[in-house]
C-alpha cells in the first residue's frame, strides 16, 4: 500500500512563507507527476503546481513567481516553497501523485490527506 503524508502546513502572517512537504511511502517502483492541489472554504479543489519526472513544472497563475515545486525523487518527496503568501492563499493543500507499484502495473493516482494553510495577521 502506498501513501501520501503531507507535513508543514500552518498559520502564517502575509508576505510569509512555507514549506510544504509530501512523502510517498510503501512498495513504490516509479513516481510520474506530483502536484499539489488547494480547495478553500466553499471553493473547489484547484491545481496549484505540478512537476513531471523530469522536473518540468507547471503553475496556477496565481502563484507564478512566488511558488516554487521541486522533487526528490531519491526520497519519493515533492515539496512546494511558498514565498510572498496572502490571505488569499488560504486553504487546505492536497498532495497528488501518480504511482507505478510494479513494473507490470499501471500508474494509479493517490492522494495525501491534506495540510491547512493560514495566511491572516
Known amino acids: 500500500q502506498v501513501q501520501l503524508v503531507e507535513s508543514g502546513g500552518g498559520l502564517v502572517q502575509p508576505g510569509g512563507s512555507l514549506r510544504l512537504s509530501c512523502a510517498a511511502s510503501g512498495s513504490i517502483f516509479r513516481l510520474g507527476v506530483m502536484s499539489w492541489y488547494r480547495q478553500a472554504p466553499g471553493k473547489e479543489r484547484e491545481l496549484v503546481a505540478s512537476?513531471?519526472?523530469?522536473?518540468?513544472?507547471n503553475y496556477v497563475d496565481s502563484v507564478k513567481g512566488r511558488f516554487t515545486i521541486s522533487r526528490d525523487n531519491a526520497k519519493n518527496t515533492v515539496y512546494l516553497q511558498m514565498n510572498g503568501l496572502k490571505p488569499e492563499d488560504t486553504a487546505v493543500y492536497y498532495c497528488n501523485a501518480n504511482v507505478k507499484r510494479t513494473s507490470q502495473t499501471n500508474y494509479v493516482n493517490l492522494w495525501g490527506q491534506g495540510t491547512q494553510v493560514t495566511i491572516s495577521s
Open positions: 512537476i513531471t519526472s523530469e522536473r518540468a513544472t
